[in-house]
């Protein structure tokens, strides 16, 4: 780097610093007054604090896999971030976030898996109950409107799987949706169901 230049850090790298600082400097002054030492804080507290920051993604990730019901605090924000996501050319994409949660780069709380699909619970649920059923493999199917004759029977499945969950957690009902492109609000394009119950659905929904 020339010497005398002063090139700006991103936002995440400034976010990070601050966390740094207040993780080594704060918290063990507050918290364990003479006990804490620099040693301890790289050692111990340092990486401990930077693993809790990487679930971070997967709570942005809620934001980007369009609430299916309510009028929630990220509902504006993902339909502005729909209306750009539909813009790029999906089928050529190299993954998404639900492929990060499927090979487990990312935490999720998961309630069901097999050989052909993964359900797992959504991090920002729009009611008690709000379960995401996704195909492990996207093999093109991007969206329901995407599907192919030969994919019938993982449909079906994935239909199963969210029924089998709804009737187990949800006695009372429960509502199923799949958001479609631009109009429908969808953000992530990896087909994914969205498995919403737990107390009294509202209609029309939005």
Same mark, same amino acid.
């Given at each position: 780097m020339p010497c005398g230049k002063h090139y700006p850090l991103s936002s995440e790298a400034i976010a990070?610093?601050?966390?740094?600082?207040?993780?080594?400097?704060?918290?063990?002054t507050l918290a364990l007054?003479?006990?804490?030492?620099? $040693?301890?804080?790289?050692?111990w507290l340092w990486p401990r604090a930077a693993m809790a920051m990487a679930t971070v993604p997967l709570v942005?990730?809620?934001?980007? $896999?369009?609430? $299916?019901?309510?009028?929630?605090?990220?509902s504006s924000d993902e339909v502005a971030r729909a209306q750009s996501a539909a813009s790029r050319n999906h089928d050529n994409e190299p993954q998404?976030?639900?492929?990060?949660?499927i090979r487990k780069e990312i935490p999720a709380k998961v309630v069901h898996e097999d050989d052909r699909c993964l359900a797992f619970r959504d991090v920002n649920p729009q009611a008690p109950v709000h379960i995401l059923v996704i195909p492990r493999e996207r093999d093109g199917l991007t969206q329901l409107s995407k599907a192919?004759?030969?994919?019938?029977?993982?449909?079906?499945?994935?239909?199963?799987?969210?029924?089998?969950?709804g009737k187990q957690e949800c006695p009372d009902g429960f509502r199923v949706v799949i958001n479609d492109g631009k109009h429908g609000a969808q953000s992530v394009y990896h087909l994914h169901i969205h498995v919403v119950g737990g107390r009294q659905m509202q209609w029309p929904p939005g």
């Amino acid at each position: 780097m020339p010497c005398g230049k002063h090139y700006p850090l991103s936002s995440e790298a400034i976010a990070m610093r601050r966390l740094r600082v207040v993780t080594c400097a704060v918290v063990p002054t507050l918290a364990l007054g003479r006990l804490a030492s620099p $040693s301890f804080c790289n050692a111990w507290l340092w990486p401990r604090a930077a693993m809790a920051m990487a679930t971070v993604p997967l709570v942005m990730a809620r934001c980007a $896999s369009e609430s $299916s019901d309510t009028t929630g605090s990220c509902s504006s924000d993902e339909v502005a971030r729909a209306q750009s996501a539909a813009s790029r050319n999906h089928d050529n994409e190299p993954q998404t976030i639900f492929d990060r949660i499927i090979r487990k780069e990312i935490p999720a709380k998961v309630v069901h898996e097999d050989d052909r699909c993964l359900a797992f619970r959504d991090v920002n649920p729009q009611a008690p109950v709000h379960i995401l059923v996704i195909p492990r493999e996207r093999d093109g199917l991007t969206q329901l409107s995407k599907a192919r004759d030969d994919q019938e029977s993982l449909l079906g499945h994935l239909l199963l799987v969210a029924r089998r969950l709804g009737k187990q957690e949800c006695p009372d009902g429960f509502r199923v949706v799949i958001n479609d492109g631009k109009h429908g609000a969808q953000s992530v394009y990896h087909l994914h169901i969205h498995v919403v119950g737990g107390r009294q659905m509202q209609w029309p929904p939005g």
